[in-house]
């Protein structure tokens, strides 16, 4: 039986050059997972532009809209969950 393949989360706020490097690695098999779902509290961040143009699925969520970091890490989960992410990266950016 194969094993499923890990999958990411990526959290990334400006111009995604740090989600560049981890989903080139993971695609050159330097890192063996996919990136699932890139989440965003900006919705202006070029990180959502690369993450369109590789076809990478992606969520907004302004932190502004939390009123405390605990909201805002559930608003996180609840945005992810339904990618099913194995782990979440941190890629630069403020959350």
């Known amino acids: 039986m194969a094993?499923?393949?890990t999958t990411l989360a990526v959290l990334a706020s400006g111009g995604g050059t740090s989600f560049q490097a981890i989903?080139?690695?993971c695609l050159r098999g330097e890192v063996p997972?996919?990136?699932g779902v890139v989440f965003s509290n900006n919705p202006q961040a070029g990180v959502l532009?690369?993450?369109r143009?590789?076809?990478v699925p992606?969520?907004?969520k302004s932190h502004k809209e939390c009123s405390s970091p605990?909201?805002?890490d559930?608003?996180?989960l609840e945005g992810l969950a339904p990618y099913e992410p194995d782990w979440i990266c941190l890629a630069g950016g403020t959350f």
Do not use: F, N, P, Y
Request: net charge positive; charged share 40%; glycine share 4%.
């Open 74 to 76: 559930k608003v996180i």
């Open 53 to 55: 143009k590789a076809g």
């Open 23 to 25: 989903l080139d690695a």
């Open 58 to 60: 992606t969520v907004v």
């Open 70 to 72: 605990e909201e805002l």
């Open 33 to 35: 997972a996919r990136v």
């Open 49 to 51: 532009d690369r993450a």
């Open 3 to 5: 094993s499923k393949m």
